[in-house]
Each structure stands twice: as structure tokens, then as C-alpha cells.
């Protein structure tokens, strides 16, 4: 049998709880803040022609609809 000290028996299992909270933690933090920048980087733009709403992901003062290649500018900064 492997002497087992009751600090050990105690202690190893909540420390490793703990690690694996924390870990959680970080990986959701960090899963939030890549949302956040993806979604951050998007602008809506309407056409003044046909009309239509459209996403562009790069942030440009003026974008070219993609149905009748009328360029607008940006209605609502992501
Ligand atoms: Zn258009």
C-alpha cells in the first residue's frame, strides 16, 4: 500500500478542481473576446439603388453592393 498523507488525500483533488475552474475560465474569457472582435469588425451598409442590406468585415468609409455593384456608405459601424 502507498503511505497517502491526509494533506495529500485533502488537498491534491481540490487544488486540482480548482485548476480546472480557472482553466474554464480563461478559455471561455478568451472565447468571449474573440466573438466580440469578430463582431466588432463587421458594418452594415444599404444600397441607395436596389436597396438592399449588406455585411462587409473590413472597415472601409465606402463598400460595393454585391448585387448591382453600387458603392454606399456605411450605415451602422460594427
Ligand atoms: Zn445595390
Avoid: Q
Avoid at 482553466?23 to 451598409?45: E, M
Amino acid at each position: 500500500m502507498i503511505p497517502v498523507s491526509i494533506f495529500t488525500l485533502l488537498w491534491l483533488p481540490m487544488a486540482m478542481a480548482l485548476l480546472v475552474v480557472l482553466g474554464l475560465g480563461a478559455w471561455y474569457t478568451r472565447d468571449g473576446r474573440v466573438r466580440a472582435r469578430r463582431k466588432r469588425a463587421s458594418n452594415i451598409y444599404r444600397c441607395a439603388v436596389c436597396r438592399r442590406v449588406y455585411v462587409e468585415t473590413r472597415d472601409l468609409p465606402l463598400a460595393r453592393c454585391p448585387h448591382c455593384s453600387c458603392m454606399n456608405e456605411v450605415v451602422k459601424r460594427g
